[in-house]
């Protein structure tokens, strides 16, 4: 985003800018406008038209007089002759407009949407704003896209078997058809939104450099932060008062809650509310996204984000109210790091509000240290922290049904992980790596945290070490030297090399002194009996020291043990004795190593999708399809080598387990579970994606059905209804654990959004003229036909709309949701 005043010292010295609605860059009779061969290819994906058209939507449905623009950045360009204008900068904004032309008309024409106000619509938005010469054996384009794109924005003008599928201008188009196939408002509506969109529209003077001027305008200097768009989103359509109001009582004071880290804790709390972490560079299309889909005001997002920045204070400042607790934090904000905010924010805010105790709270942080702690010295990769974490607090509040600690949910949410990533190693494992790790070469936070740990444990009579070794009032110390003299050979004996080479860095030969550079390599003797030596240390550290005459690799492997002993009592391997209702369904991330053979899938999350599925051949196309839109030109190149994708799904179509993705992309299905994880894993490599982003739920090893006399249908097979019965472990899962309504709300626009197709536009008739309340308390589920099931459930969907959500949550948690499904399974 370019700030007003580049714009201004620009357009005053060194070309002509204003602010102008886009149709009237294309408008100019006879002109063109033509990408150069400079420019990057097109690499809008169907995220950003996404977003277009959802804004577009957004300010179809606004009151013209109150909204009547819409900024949609900058397009700077230079006149090359009278017939053609060179596009400098926003060569991304005017294709996807003229491919969303393109598409207005083209569905105008195969009656894909209703066209609205001016029946002609289509023809003159194609004459008027996409064509030069519309002669249909010689056509000039008005635009004329760089390199590759311009072949696929051509061929979108004939044959649909001539369209080029591996280009982005291909998806996006049929993107936009889909959208339009699916839109409540016309074409007309569209485009009148369209013709609302603004642009900086900066045209160059003829002596002006347009190399100068495009670096100007990508040039990094004073851009606003993800914050500042932020704030401007949340502040700019309240009114002057409730805009001042917001400022001084919600927005200033989040930032300074959060020590004007406004960006990084806007981050944070969206991991915290949405369960995803979003990039750094990408935190305000997220939160508009955020708003746009919550259902509070933004009044009640702001209160909210500020309840959860004065959490934020309490945690990085050692302030939450509870001394014991803040001891703790203190210490531990050395290690457990910023992945662990969005969990501990939302449980420190919890135990101000008294859902949970300060010895709960205390006991969280230290399972959070110990867990931390083992997988850093046994080494285990970090990655998988950020989804454990971003996910922990809704896990957690979904499976507390009985008042159970915080303590011993986190403890059963992290143990359940010890077969992949995200384990928490054992004693076995972290003894030892203990007592072989090179501790003096540990990043100076986490040495600053050991040595406080192991110097006071959880005692009260306590010494100030990691703060002391960070102002290097302490430093930490090689007892044996990391040079050895003469001397020290013969304290080691004929085999110092060895010993050295072995010992130097580990906990048994490090302590703390603020006397180092004084020590140095003496002998063992004289740092013992040395004014401020080993004898008179105040440290605990050093008092099994004080005990020895020599120190030899005997007296190193005691000293070892004793301090591995402290670190297993502090960094405790955490059990409990909680377990989850048989009916929860278990969650696991592709990960790198875990096998999935035998288990049966349900549904699946990866970025902000998240899908109920029948079966892994489900599933695959779906997230097929994902990939696709997010990496499409990276992950055909991989199909061109990969045995189970095709580039020409069209040609292998009738072959048995094919599935289309779409027509650039097809999949084979038909193999077994292990194979689709290898390929899922081949693909996240080659695209470079985390493979810990991609979560599966499955299907519960046991369920609460079975107790009636007469066994359940199977509700996973293919039948008439799969597209609802494949929502049952979720439907069950929700009605023995009776979540809120918020925790419901996901399940219910994914059950929504299928249960379309199936809705009962006549369902008081199909009930016999009877109210809902009264059919369903005179007519057994069992004694349903397929008809009168549909009508009930669309009933519950009919009330909602009506009377706000309600409806359809009750009839999740009391069960009877569970019923009409299984009822449509038995009738499939």
Not at 98 to 106: D, M, N, R, T, V
Not at 446 to 474: H, M, P, T
Not at 536 to 562: C, F, G, H
Not at 571 to 576: P, Q, R, S, V
Request: contains cysteine; glycine residues 4%; charged residues 25%.
């Amino acid at each position: 985003m370019v700030r007003n005043g580049t714009f201004q010292q620009l357009s005053r010295s060194a070309m002509k800018g204003q602010p102008t609605e886009i149709w009237q860059i294309y408008n100019k009779a006879n002109s063109t406008l033509e990408i150069p061969v400079y420019q990057r290819n097109y690499d809008w994906g169907t995220l950003q038209c996404s977003r277009l058209f959802d804004d577009l939507e957004t300010l179809a449905y606004s009151d013209r007089e109150k909204r009547p623009k819409h900024f949609f950045g900058a397009v700077v360009g230079k006149s090359e002759d009278s017939w053609t204008w060179i596009v400098i900068d926003g060569q991304q904004r005017l294709t996807t407009i003229s491919i969303l032309i393109l598409a207005i008309a083209h569905a105008i024409a195969d009656e894909d949407v209703e066209v609205g106000r001016d029946p002609d619509l289509g023809r003159k938005l194609v004459d008027d704003y996409l064509l030069v010469d519309a002669n249909p054996h010689n056509l000039k384009f008005k635009l004329k896209p760089v390199k590759n794109d311009a072949a696929a924005y051509m061929a979108l003008f004939g044959s649909e078997s001539d369209f080029i599928d591996s280009s982005n201008v291909t998806a996006n188009y049929r993107y936009f058809r889909e959208r339009l196939r699916n839109t409540e408002l016309t074409a007309y509506q569209v485009w009148d939104a369209i013709s609302r969109l603004e642009v900086m529209h900066l045209d160059l003077e003829t002596h002006d450099d347009p190399q100068r001027i495009f670096e100007s305008l990508n040039s990094t200097g004073l851009s606003l932060s993800e914050a500042d768009k932020i704030r401007n989103l949340v502040l700019m359509n309240q009114k002057l008062e409730e805009q001042n109001r917001l400022y001084e009582q919600r927005w200033n004071p989040i930032e300074q809650n959060v020590d004007y880290r406004t960006d990084w804790f806007i981050r944070w709390y969206l991991t915290a509310k949405t369960n995803q972490t979003p990039k750094e560079s990408d935190v305000f299309e997220v939160f508009k996204r955020f708003t746009q889909r919550n259902k509070n005001t933004i009044p009640e997002i702001l209160d909210d984000m500020y309840e959860l920045s004065k959490a934020s204070k309490a945690i990085t400042h050692a302030s939450t109210g509870f001394p014991t607790v803040d001891r703790r934090l203190h210490r531990a904000n050395l290690i457990i790091g910023d992945v662990v905010h969005p969990f501990l924010m939302q449980v420190v805010k919890d135990a101000w509000h008294g859902e949970t105790t300060e010895k709960d709270l205390d006991d969280v942080i230290r399972i959070i240290e110990s867990y931390i702690f083992r997988r850093l010295i046994c080494q285990v990769a970090a990655n998988a922290l950020n989804k454990i974490f971003a996910t922990a607090y809704s896990e957690l509040r979904k499976l507390r049904t009985d008042g159970q600690s915080y303590a011993d949910l986190l403890t059963w949410i992290l143990r359940r992980r010890d077969g992949g990533s995200g384990r928490f190693p054992n004693d076995a494992d972290f003894r030892d790596s203990f007592e072989t790790r090179d501790c003096y070469h540990l990043r100076p936070n986490y040495r600053q945290y050991l040595f406080d740990v192991l110097e006071n444990g959880d005692s009260k009579d306590n010494r100030d070490i990691a703060d002391k070794l960070a102002s290097w009032d302490l430093t930490v110390e090689h007892i044996m030297p990391q040079t050895l003299n003469h001397a020290w050979e013969e304290e080691l004996g004929p085999n110092y090399e060895e010993v050295h080479d072995i010992w130097e860095n580990r906990i048994g030969n490090l302590t703390i002194s603020g006397y180092n550079s004084a020590y140095s390599n003496s002998s063992f003797q004289k740092k013992k009996s040395m004014p401020d030596g080993f004898n008179s240390s105040p440290y605990r550290l050093n008092a099994d020291i004080k005990t020895v005459d020599r120190w030899t690799e005997e007296a190193m492997q005691e000293r070892s043990k004793r301090l591995l002993q402290q670190a297993v009592d502090y960094w405790t391997f955490i059990e409990t004795d909680f377990r989850p209702p048989e009916v929860v369904r278990p969650t696991e991330p592709l990960g790198d190593e875990t096998s999935f053979r035998g288990s049966i899938v349900t549904a699946y999350e990866y970025g902000d999708v998240s899908e109920t599925v029948t079966d892994w051949a489900n599933l695959t196309p779906k997230l097929m399809r994902i990939l696709l839109e997010q990496h499409r030109t990276k992950l055909l190149e991989f199909a061109e080598t990969e045995a189970l994708l095709t580039t020409s799904p069209a040609e292998h179509e009738s072959e048995r387990g094919m599935r289309v993705v779409d027509p650039s992309l097809g999949v084979t299905v038909n193999n077994d579970t292990d194979s689709k994880i290898a390929l899922f894993r081949r693909i996240f490599a080659a695209l470079d994606l985390d493979t810990e982003e991609l979560v599966f739920t499955f299907r519960p090893t046991a369920t609460d059905s079975g107790k009636d006399s007469a066994p359940e249908p199977d509700p996973h097979r293919e039948s008439t209804y799969s597209a609802l019965t494949k929502f049952l472990d979720a439907v069950t899962e929700a009605s023995v654990l009776k979540p809120s309504i918020e925790f419901t709300s996901d399940l219910r626009d994914e059950l929504s959004s299928e249960f379309r197709p199936f809705h009962r536009e006549s369902w008081l008739q199909d009930l016999n003229g009877q109210a809902l309340a009264q059919f369903t308390a005179a007519t057994p589920v069992a004694e349903m036909t397929a008809e009168q099931v549909l009508a009930v459930i669309s009933g519950l969907f009919a009330s909602e709309a009506m009377f706000g959500a309600g409806a359809v949550h009750q009839s999740i948690i009391d069960g009877s949701m569970k019923g009409y499904l299984l009822r449509l399974a038995a009738l499939g």
